[in-house]
T-cell receptor
Framework: GAVVSQHPSWVICKSGTSVKIECRSL??????MFWYRQFPKQSLMLMAT?????????EQGVEKDKFLINHASLTLSTLTVTSAHPEDSSFYIC????????????????FGNGTRLTVT | AQTVTQSQPEMSVQEAETVTLSCTYD???????LFWYKQPPSRQMILVIR??????QNATENRFSVNFQKAAKSFSLKISDSQLGDAAMYFC??????????????FGKGTHLIIQP
């Protein structure tokens, strides 16, 4: 089946540094990728929608200058947490939707394995 | 805005028994998708079952079935013959169809399912 690879699976960084998380679709092309954030024992919250070749769409309350998203190709989207602080520590998960012949709305979503970010 | 509500933070069931997880949602859309995802301790999101709103027939996947009540905006998941491997967090999720595939999922807060051996 379709695979979405997310890297790294975990990262520890110091406060003030930036961290880049990659989301790759390995065996399909993804027109749209989504980035979610999940705090411990809580639900997944959509942060932003990443569209290949265009600017990401951010959900209300998500700082676009802090969470930089780049979707430069149909198989790769990156999320960069800039000037990370301890409150940014969380589990970040991406998902991707395959390009379908007729339309993409009915394409299934495939999730990456997530990245656990710890900011010290 | 759409909202998804899971009113059961935790459920416990004996192995081989049946359990039902509740989910209600709110939307002004007439056509949309509903999902149940399983998240085991590995944190991998696994699709359990999916329902299209315009289909009146309840979706079924082996031991997993849903009771979709569109008028009541209810979408419960029934797990039959519960197995130890079913233990996980279960999330109910919604996505509208009109967004052309550009919409992410709206998740409920999840239900922690415990299987008693």
């Amino acid at each position: 089946g379709a695979v979405v690879s997310q890297h790294p699976s975990w990262v520890i960084c110091k406060s003030g540094t930036s961290v880049k998380i990659e989301c790759r679709s390995l065996d399909f092309q993804a027109t749209t990728m989504f980035w979610y954030r999940q705090f411990p024992k809580q639900s997944l919250m959509l942060m932003a929608t990443s569209n290949e070749g265009s600017k990401a769409t951010y959900e209300q309350g998500v700082e676009k200058d802090k969470f930089l998203i780049n979707h430069a190709s149909l198989t790769l989207s990156t999320l960069t947490v800039t000037s990370a602080h301890p409150e940014d520590s969380s589990f970040y998960i991406c998902s991707a939707r395959a390009v379908a012949r007729r339309s993409s709305y009915n394409s299934p979503l495939h999730f990456g394995n997530g990245t656990r970010l710890t900011v010290t | 805005a759409q909202t998804v509500t899971q009113s059961q933070p935790e459920m416990s069931v004996q192995e081989a028994e049946t359990v039902t997880l509740s989910c209600t949602y709110d939307t002004s859309e007439s056509d949309y998708y509903l999902f149940w995802y399983k998240q085991p301790p590995s944190r991998q999101m696994i699709l359990v079952i999916r329902q299209e709103a315009y289909k009146q027939q309840n979706a079924t996947e082996n031991r997993f079935s849903v009771n979709f009540q569109k008028a009541a905006k209810s979408f419960s998941l029934k797990i039959s013959d519960s197995q130890l491997g079913d233990a996980a967090m279960y999330f109910c999720a919604y996505r509208r169809k009109s967004g052309g595939g550009a919409d992410g999922l709206t998740f409920g807060k999840g239900t922690h399912l415990i299987i008693q051996p």
